[in-house]
């Protein structure tokens, strides 16, 4: 397969991380965007400036997320393949989290991704020459098509991520030839486990012994058996594709999550088909 440039953000660790090295390793051109370049200063030097850029680019800044895309488009000719990748996490009960905090959880997963998706768009449709479109490797979660006590906004986020992909993913013509892929991993152990787990958020009374404090132990990362290294090798395989799919669930629990969603979601439609269709004006 020819050499592709790919630009991933969130690549000084985790999964990100992991990716940049996978795209290298297999003869790509990459430029690696995060808040941390200095983290990638390692393979700068295995591979050098014609084969990667690390770049710090902060996604919840729009004028920083547009100039990375013009600098791989000076350097490299244009983006065949996006991962968007950078978030954050944050863990505590809906009723008490402060504001502040959930609307910083949200400019980052939320609006990073919208800015980083749009100049993305952009990209494949006029940067690239005619005919190249591009692929946008889009992170989100199983936490965008379920819940899960303790992340509530975190969740939540990533449910807006999905609905605004999938959005786009209709408004797209076919002629820019633009694939889009939602990455919905269970739980992997990477270091935004350890950045849920080392916030330590002590529920107030009224939750103590709920589904919050049971939640916390199942995502303590000695309990997490999702390989990470794997689960990039799959996104990475998929990217490949002639045709990549809408959704990627990616992990066993992922799938068990898909399931009982989607059990769920039939069984509220079953329930309440002939009322719910009897809602229309008489004739």
């Not at 098509?145 to 609905?163: D, R």
Request: glycine share 8%.
């Amino acid at each position: 397969m020819a050499s592709k440039v790919w630009l991933i953000t969130g690549a000084f660790s985790g999964f990100g991380r992991i990716m940049t090295n996978l795209v290298l390793e297999s003869g790509n051109k990459c430029v690696a965007t995060s808040i941390d370049p200095a983290a990638l200063e390692p393979l700068v030097k295995q591979y050098g400036p014609s084969r990667l850029l690390s770049l710090h680019v902060d996604v919840t800044k729009p004028a920083e997320v547009a100039a990375a895309f013009r600098t791989a488009k000076e350097k490299f000719g244009g983006v065949d393949v996006v991962f968007s990748n950078a978030g954050v996490a944050l863990a505590d009960e809906v009723e008490d989290t402060p504001d502040k905090k959930a609307r910083d959880l949200f400019e980052v997963n939320f609006w990073g991704v919208r800015n980083v998706m749009t100049e993305s768009v952009k990209m494949f449709r006029d940067g690239n020459e005619p005919g190249r479109g591009g692929r946008l490797m889009q992170m989100a979660s199983v936490a965008g098509i379920t819940g899960w006590g303790s992340l509530g906004y975190y969740c939540a986020s990533k449910h807006a991520v999905e609905g605004l992909t999938k959005t786009l993913v209709q408004e797209l013509k076919p002629e820019w030839n633009i694939q889009v892929t939602l990455i919905e991993p269970g739980f992997f152990r990477t270091p935004i486990i350890d950045a849920i787990d080392n916030q330590k958020i002590e529920p107030q009374a009224a939750y103590a012994g709920g589904v919050s404090a049971q939640n916390r132990d199942l995502v303590k990362p000695e309990n997490i058996m999702g390989d990470p290294k794997k689960a990039m090798q799959l996104v990475k395989k998929v990217a490949e594709m002639d045709n990549m799919p809408l959704h990627l669930p990616v992990g066993a629990d992922s799938i068990a999550f898909f399931r009982a969603t989607s059990e769920e979601l039939k069984k509220a439609a079953d329930d309440w088909e002939v009322e719910a269709s009897n809602t229309t004006f008489e004739a």
